[in-house]
Structure formats: C-alpha cells, structure tokens
C-alpha cells in the first residue's frame, strides 16, 4: 500500500485543505459571533472549554485556543491549525462531546462529513491527510494516552501505508 506523494502534491493539497478549513472556522466564528485567540494558556478540559465557550458567547470576546504544538500540522502553518483548534472546540460543545476517546471519535467522524459535504472524497490527498490526522490522532491517543510528536509525518505514514502502519509507527517513535 506504499503510496509516493509528490512535493508539489503534498503542498497543493494541503493549500487546498488549509483553505476549506479556514472556510469552515470562519464560517463558524460568523454563526456564533466570536474568533479565536491562540494562547498557551486555553482551556484543557470540557468543563474549561465550556465554561469560555459560553463566556465567548455572552459578550463575543476570543475562544482561547491552545497555540501549543501547532508546528508539522498537515495544514499549511500554526495560524490555520489555530482555526481548526477553534471549530473544533466549538463544535466539541455545540455536539454536546466531551474529550472522551467515544466522542472525540464521534466529532472526529463528523469533521469527515464537513469535508466530503465539501466536496473532498476518499481518494483525495486532503481527505487523507485529514482522514489521518482527525481518525488517526484520536485512535493513537486512545492507544497510548499520549498525543502524536508531528502531526504531518505520522499524517503521511498513515497516507501511505495505511492508519494501522501509521499508528504502529509513531508508537515505536514514542516507546519509553
């Protein structure tokens, strides 16, 4: 299953996925009336995300969002992996799903359904990559408890030969 993915096609797709995805967290800050603001600081719990979630919505100030690790994203730099911390987080309380493995899987599976009502199908590099990293990081984390070193290299491991690979991979990576 060892797939060669091009530079120019690596950089492409994630241009485009970086797009739809800033589409997707505008859009969002529009229906709900308040962005975001990176900061080391944000909300680690449900009960945290919340509780800023509603002050957000009571008076339109920022969603903290962590800024924390946002280098080797499959997204194309920090400042859209912010936007996808922020609609992700928005919809974590907007779904009702807390920071359990079963709901994040579950807020995991409807980002796929936001991306293929988008118009992006399985056999596209962005579905993939994003397949990877939204499936992938919640089965890894799931596994070990931990979060994954580099979002784009486990992402194209998982792309190229296949999530179980990808997963088993970052595991030796990260073996104590």
Same mark, same amino acid.
């Given at each position: 299953?060892?797939?060669?993915?091009?530079?120019?096609?690596?950089?492409?797709?994630?241009?485009?996925?970086?797009?739809?995805?800033?589409?997707?967290?505008?859009? !969002?800050?529009?229906?709900?009336?308040?962005?975001? =603001?990176? &900061? @080391?600081?944000?909300?680690? !719990?449900?009960?945290?995300?919340?509780?800023?979630?509603?002050?957000?919505?009571?008076?339109?100030?920022?969603? @903290?969002?962590?800024?924390?690790?946002? &280098?080797?994203?499959?997204? &194309?730099?920090?400042?859209?992996?912010?936007?996808?911390?922020?609609?992700?987080?928005?919809?974590?309380?907007?779904?009702?799903?807390?920071?359990?493995?079963?709901?994040?899987?579950?807020?995991?599976?409807? =980002?796929?359904?936001?991306?293929?009502?988008?118009?992006? !199908?399985?056999?596209?590099?962005?579905? =993939?990559?994003?397949?990877?990293?939204?499936?992938? =990081?919640?089965?890894?984390?799931?596994? !070990?408890?931990?979060?994954?070193?580099?979002?784009?290299?486990?992402?194209?491991?998982? &792309?190229?030969?296949?999530?179980?690979?990808?997963?088993?991979?970052?595991?030796?990576?990260?073996?104590?």
């Amino acid at each position: 299953m060892p797939k060669n993915i091009s530079e120019l096609e690596l950089t492409q797709a994630r241009s485009r996925l970086s797009r739809w995805m800033l589409g997707f967290a505008n859009a !969002t800050a529009d229906e709900l009336g308040f962005g975001w =603001q990176p &900061t @080391p600081i944000a909300p680690n !719990t449900y009960k945290g995300l919340k509780a800023a979630f509603e002050l957000s919505m009571q008076d339109g100030r920022p969603l @903290p969002v962590s800024s924390e690790n946002s &280098t080797g994203v499959v997204f &194309t730099d920090p400042q859209v992996n912010y936007a996808f911390r922020f609609a992700h987080d928005c919809h974590h309380v907007m779904l009702g799903l807390s920071f359990s493995s079963r709901d994040e899987f579950a807020l995991a599976r409807w =980002q796929m359904v936001m991306l293929a009502e988008a118009g992006f !199908t399985e056999k596209d590099l962005e579905w =993939q990559l994003f397949y990877a990293d939204a499936m992938g =990081q919640v089965l890894y984390y799931a596994l !070990t408890k931990q979060f994954v070193s580099d979002q784009l290299r486990f992402a194209l491991e998982c &792309t190229r030969h296949g999530v179980e690979q990808g997963l088993a991979l970052e595991m030796a990576r990260n073996a104590v």
